[in-house]
């Protein structure tokens, strides 16, 4: 697979074994994916639905000049995990 869509593969990986569905019921992920996809958070069907356009936009020639998007904001996604999330202050 390219490393346009690594990110997004990565997330969706990270995102399945912090999930119910692999840590409370004891499942595969894959199993988790393949079965039982609506007992996952709606951040993991994102990411499964984002990954499947990746890889999609792979083959369409039309995008293949322009750039895989979906890629692109795998890169905007790898850079904000990279990042550490500031620590948001109440005011006084």
């Given at each position: 697979?390219?490393?346009?869509?690594?990110?997004?593969?990565?997330?969706?990986?990270?995102?399945?074994?912090?999930?119910?569905?692999?840590?409370?019921?004891?499942?595969?992920?894959?199993?988790?994916?393949?079965?039982?996809?609506?007992?996952?958070?709606?951040?993991?069907?994102?990411?499964?639905?984002?990954?499947?356009?990746?890889?999609?936009?792979?083959?369409?020639?039309?995008?293949?000049?322009?750039?895989?998007?979906?890629?692109?904001?795998?890169?905007?996604?790898?850079?904000?995990?990279?990042?550490?999330?500031?620590?948001?202050?109440a005011p006084r």
């Amino acid at each position: 697979m390219s490393s346009s869509c690594e990110a997004l593969l990565s997330a969706l990986k990270a995102c399945l074994l912090a999930s119910d569905c692999v840590r409370q019921h004891g499942r595969l992920p894959s199993e988790c994916l393949k079965d039982h996809i609506h007992e996952l958070p709606e951040a993991c069907q994102n990411l499964r639905m984002a990954t499947f356009e990746c890889k999609r936009n792979m083959l369409d020639m039309r995008k293949r000049f322009r750039g895989n998007t979906v890629g692109m904001n795998a890169e905007k996604l790898r850079a904000q995990q990279a990042a550490p999330s500031p620590i948001p202050v109440a005011p006084r």
